[in-house]
């Protein structure tokens, strides 16, 4: 297979799988969505146009940091702006166009804060974004307004997630802090832990940013790292109990699967762990770099896993690549 010196320097930052459950739709640093049909693709005789995009989409100036979605919309965050589109034009015209765009507001007439991690809280229709300006930024997806500007971190933004149970957002940042937020009183968080603080994961030598963290479906445990090693914490308790070390890479994503952890991060391998902290097993990948782990759970069960390479590899049980799409651009 030829591959070109663009897509050589391809690098896949975010992934998500369609409502449906029958597409994959990558984000790129190229500011393109790219979309792969994952039913067809799951044949027994797979054949090499299964493996090559349906569609490539100029979405963004700039890379796309993240995507998420909701049953009506597919929302991009990039260098610059968030867009929503409608999954009904994303999947079935040649040619969509964002439905909404949001700007992160800026004081600079030269330059915009990134988006890095988005999220929707279904519950008040609202849309959650942690910026590169150390902001989250909330915005109201019925009538597009900004209702609220969450202020504390002292360094930019790299991850969000929203707790159902307690109403409460979370967030990780380059300052080494996870940050509780209560939605209802939203100028200051509530509660902070600092994993670089925790003597068997730190090392804070090489920095104590945190890069990456997960909640599980009971909403019981959370985990985060980034420069220090992945802990594990009983979130009512905000008590550490389980350390994942992985000493040759830093974490870049990590996401509760069943009764294990999925991790990757600065070299070619995924992990899978015990919430206890033991290794179950890992398994090589093609990107050297991941950034992003992306489970299928309507249908097909699958996992994506992608980063600074332009396969994004595919493994159906978790345990080792069953086949590579090829994101030519």
Same mark, same amino acid.
């Given at each position: ?28 640093? @190229?500011?393109?969505?790219? /979309? ?30 993240? /995507?998420?979605?909701? !049953? ?33 507001? !800026? ?61 409460? /957002? ?92 999925? !991790?990757?991060?600065?070299?070619? $391998?995924? @992990? ?18 991941? $950034? ?19 396969? /994004? ?17």
């Amino acid at each position: 297979m030829h591959v070109s010196r663009k897509d050589y320097f391809s690098t896949i930052f975010t992934t998500t799988f369609s409502p449906c459950g029958n597409y994959l739709i990558v984000g790129n640093n @190229y500011g393109h969505l790219i /979309i792969f049909n994952i039913t067809q693709s799951l044949t027994i005789d797979i054949s090499l146009d299964l493996k090559v995009p349906l569609v490539v989409i100029p979405a963004h100036t700039g890379t796309i940091y993240t /995507i998420t979605q909701t !049953s009506e919309y597919l929302i991009s965050g990039g260098s610059k702006e968030i867009h929503g589109w409608l999954w009904k034009e994303l999947l079935h015209h040649k040619n969509p166009k964002p439905k909404w765009t949001f700007t992160i507001p !800026s004081t600079n007439p030269f330059d915009s804060a990134e988006t890095n991690s988005i999220i929707v809280n279904e519950g008040n229709n609202c849309l959650i974004a942690g910026c590169g300006d150390n902001n989250i930024y909330l915005w109201d997806l019925e009538n597009g307004d900004m209702k609220d500007t969450l202020k504390g971190h002292t360094d930019y933004v790299h991850c969000v997630k929203y707790l159902k149970q307690t109403n409460q /957002i979370l967030s990780g940042g380059e300052d080494g802090v996870v940050h509780f937020w209560d939605v209802r009183t939203p100028k200051r968080p509530v509660e902070t832990i600092e994993p670089c603080k925790l003597e068997t994961a730190s090392r804070n030598s090489l920095g104590t940013w945190v890069s990456c963290l997960a909640i599980d479906a009971t909403e019981d445990w959370l985990v985060c790292g980034g420069s220090s090693h992945l802990s594990v914490w009983h979130l009512r308790s905000k008590t550490p109990t389980a350390i994942l070390q992985t000493p040759k890479s830093f974490a870049q994503v990590v996401a509760f699967e069943d009764d294990y952890i999925l !991790s990757a991060g600065t070299e070619p $391998y995924v @992990y899978k762990w015990s919430i206890n902290g033991d290794l179950r097993t890992k398994f090589p990948c093609s990107p050297k770099s991941v $950034y992003s782990l992306e489970i299928n759970k309507t249908m097909n069960k699958v996992l994506a896993v992608s980063g600074s390479s332009c396969q /994004i590899d595919i493994s159906t049980n978790f345990d080792y690549k069953a086949f590579s799409f090829t994101c030519k651009t």
